[in-house]
């Protein structure tokens, strides 16, 4: 295998040991057929099923694959954080390994990038996994594409194509691989979408739980501000404080009028609304002064260049 290949494939798995050798034949037949030079690429996330026994196997007999291994469960991010870090390929494509990714569509994605975008993400358009399942992603994706302005129909499919370059921008924590368009999109890369086969579970069990609306709620706030507001907190902050602080002057103006006619306003809850609404208007300020002066301190010690920025050479190309 070169050292520098095309094409690097990355897995993350999870208690997956009864699919992973039909996943590895699958992939054996894709590559047979496509030009480039790759590399596959396993990470078993803690498996307890005999999973990194396989992979180690694969590795053994097959120059292309590397296993890596964690030795407890740390989650999807993690595993693709490590296989964003060791992929060497100029194309870095991503798929899980329950086979319900169908390796077919390689060559497809490979197709799409080409096309002139730095990340393609799959659209299982016409999924196979039960309402459970497919009803929460509905709501999720709607709600992504609504806030994040990225107008792909399927933000979590596992299934998706990078240039190498997308990945050096991306951190990877928590469980922020269901918002990778959205953090790659914040950079300024170009994000596409090619509809993809998807396949009924056939081995293993699904790691879905209701538990991941909630998380992906959190997660989906998570990346909103951490895109939109990481390098200006004051404009959040700061505008929810600018209302606090409107509310409880109105309302304490109000009440002064009255108290000046007469009326007794020591006691009235509304009194103590109007306090409120001012304490957290000026904690809401607060917070977003602290946040400003964090940023301006870590924006001082980055001296370097940022990575989204490019120099044109005379020719107009890109240096």
């Known amino acids: 295998m070169s050292e520098n290949p095309t094409l690097s494939i990355l897995i993350p798995l999870f208690n997956e040991a009864e699919s992973l050798p039909h996943l590895k034949k699958e992939i054996d037949s894709v590559l047979a057929r496509i030009p480039q030079d790759a590399e596959v690429v396993f990470i078993d996330d803690g498996s307890r099923d005999g999973s990194g026994d396989v992979i180690r196997q694969f590795s053994r007999e097959d120059q292309r694959v590397r296993s890596f291994h964690f030795r407890?469960?740390?989650?999807?991010?993690?595993?693709?954080?490590?296989?964003?870090?060791?992929?060497?390929?100029?194309?870095?494509?991503?798929?899980?390994?329950d086979l319900?990714?169908?390796?077919?569509?390689?060559p497809n994605l490979i197709e799409k990038l080409e096309e002139g975008f730095d990340m393609v993400s799959g659209w299982k358009k016409k999924r196979h996994d039960p309402p459970s399942k497919t009803i929460p992603s509905r709501f999720?994706?709607?709600?992504?594409?609504?806030?994040?302005?990225?107008?792909?129909?399927?933000?979590?499919?596992?299934?998706?194509?990078?240039?190498r370059e997308v990945l050096d921008t991306i951190e990877l924590y928590g469980e922020l691989h269901r918002f990778i368009p959205v953090l790659a999109h914040s950079q300024g890369w170009r994000v596409g979408e090619r509809e993809v086969?998807?396949?009924?579970?056939?081995?293993?069990?699904?790691?879905?739980?209701?538990?991941?609306?909630?998380?992906?709620?959190?997660?989906?706030l998570t990346v909103l501000f951490i895109t939109r507001f990481a390098v200006r907190p004051m404009h959040l902050f700061g505008a929810f404080g600018l209302v606090s602080l409107l509310v409880g002057?109105?309302?304490?103006?109000?009440?002064?009028?009255?108290?000046?006619?007469?009326?007794?306003?020591?006691?009235?809850?509304?009194?103590?609304?109007?306090?409120?609404?001012?304490?957290?208007?000026?904690?809401?300020?607060?917070i977003g002064l602290l946040g400003e002066q964090i940023?301006?301190?870590?924006?001082?010690?980055?001296?370097?260049?940022?990575?989204?920025?490019?120099?044109?050479?005379?020719?107009?190309?890109?240096?």
Request: charged share 20%; hydrophobic share 45%; with cysteine.
């Open 72 to 97: 407890r469960n740390r989650g999807k991010s993690a595993a693709l954080d490590v296989g964003f870090k060791v992929a060497r390929g100029n194309y870095v494509v991503t798929m899980d390994a």
């Open 100 to 106: 319900q990714d169908d390796p077919n569509e390689i």
């Open 140 to 163: 999720f994706n709607f709600i992504a594409r609504l806030t994040s302005g990225i107008k792909i129909h399927d933000f979590n499919c596992g299934l998706k194509i990078y240039r």
């Open 197 to 220: 086969l998807h396949h009924e579970r056939r081995w293993g069990k699904t790691k879905y739980g209701i538990s991941r609306m909630l998380y992906g709620a959190l997660d989906l």
């Open 249 to 286: 002057f109105a309302i304490l103006a109000w009440l002064s009028v009255q108290w000046f006619m007469g009326v007794a306003i020591g006691n009235r809850p509304l009194f103590f609304l109007g306090i409120l609404a001012m304490i957290l208007g000026v904690q809401f300020f607060s």
């Open 295 to 319: 940023t301006n301190m870590r924006m001082q010690r980055q001296k370097e260049v940022g990575p989204d920025v490019v120099e044109s050479t005379q020719d107009g190309g890109e240096a």
